[in-house]
């Protein structure tokens, strides 16, 4: 068995280097010799373990001081049997393989290109009671599913998909010049990592296939325009075996002929005759649950509001509802008959002294 080299005369660093020329020194070599760029390099694959070998010892200040006294036999006796496979090494540096290379473990790509299906988008416009109250409807989408022919595989039945020669399974192509590299989506898979070379027929390799259905969905009490709902794993199958994506519902809430909404208050406006005001009277107003009487109090002014407590829209958060509130709107008479001018003007008549006295007062402040 040949004597293993020193770990110093491998990296090419002396004794005394510092950790972050140690990991210069590291670098280098791993670019070198990194099996993805060496494929079917024995030599190299060689080399790259024992440049790992080397950075796993001397970069642990306990292992170093062990191997700087006792050489390889002490790190044997204290328990160190040398650097495992390429997994073990890819778990220990790569961070590092990261940070150097832009890449990392062919198992930490494989596992990144396990990507969620693709969230859809639904506009739905409801009315306003509808928003109000909730409602449960279906609703139409289109979207793409796993292929239920090959189950999502691609592939022709007993067929497997292969690991692409251009990429070796990595879903990207490394070109590198100096320090600098530069990682573009594989052309011969698409990034996939995999070739078809038997495609499923009704799919054609893809994996998915176009379907239409309904979905069900409940709308709480108290959605307003631009209130989301979300349902979880209604969205597009995953072409790589991940998880569905998400369905979004986006509301629209029609506009209401009569009621006003201002958070969870709603607003009317009703108009009254000066004689409801000046009298006073009892009106019915439409509710959401249906009509209330509402009793005008004598002397009503014009933008004067009253409010049903409890009459409003439920809360999103709680279910607690807001209020109606009325506006009075008081409407003056047009196009009288000669009898209802002649009562308007006794009525005047009576009120006049006291109302020019009024204005009398005002101007005499202002001298």
Request: hydrophobic share 30%; proline share 4%.
């Amino acid at each position: 068995m040949a004597a293993k080299r020193d770990y110093y005369e491998i990296l090419g660093v002396s004794r005394t280097t510092t950790d972050d020329e140690l990991k210069s020194a590291y670098r280098k070599l791993a670019m070198k010799y990194h099996p993805d760029r060496n494929p079917g390099n024995k030599e190299a694959e060689e080399k790259f373990k024992e440049a790992a070998e080397a950075y796993e010892v001397l970069r642990d200040a306990q292992k170093r001081r062990i191997y700087d006294q006792y050489g390889h036999q002490g790190l044997e006796g204290s328990g160190y049997a040398g650097a495992g496979g390429f997994e073990d090494i890819f778990a220990s540096f790569g961070d590092i393989f990261e940070d150097f290379f832009g890449f990392g473990t062919k198992r930490k790509q494989q596992k990144s290109r396990v990507r969620q299906g693709a969230d859809l988008r639904y506009e739905m416009q409801i009315d306003f009671m509808e928003a109000a109250f909730g409602i449960e409807k279906e609703i139409p989408i289109e979207k793409l599913d796993t292929c239920p022919t090959c189950k999502g595989s691609g592939c022709q039945k007993g067929a497997q998909p292969e690991s692409c020669k251009y990429c070796y399974g990595s879903g990207q192509y490394t070109q590198s010049q100096g320090f600098f590299t530069v990682r573009t989506t594989c052309p011969y898979c698409q990034g996939k990592g995999k070739h078809i070379s038997n495609p499923c027929v009704q799919c054609r390799g893809k994996g998915q296939v176009a379907i239409s259905k309904k979905v069900a969905i409940k709308i709480p009490p108290g959605v307003d325009t631009g209130s989301r709902l979300r349902l979880t794993g209604e969205g597009e199958s995953s072409p790589d075996g991940g998880p569905n994506g998400d369905l979004y519902v986006f509301i629209n809430v029609l506009p209401h002929n009569f009621f006003q909404r201002n958070g969870n208050d709603i607003i009317c406006a009703v108009e009254i005759s000066f004689i409801q005001a000046t009298l006073g009277d009892q009106i019915k107003i439409p509710t959401l649950d249906g009509e209330e009487t509402l009793t005008i109090p004598k002397g009503s002014q014009y933008g004067d509001s009253f409010r049903f407590k409890g009459k409003g829209i439920p809360s999103l958060r709680n279910g607690v509802r807001g209020d109606q509130i009325i506006q009075v709107d008081i409407r003056t008479p047009v196009n009288i008959n000669k009898k209802q001018e002649k009562v308007l003007r006794e009525f005047a008549s009576l009120e006049e002294s006291k109302f020019t006295n009024r204005l009398k007062n005002i101007l005499k402040g202002k001298m």
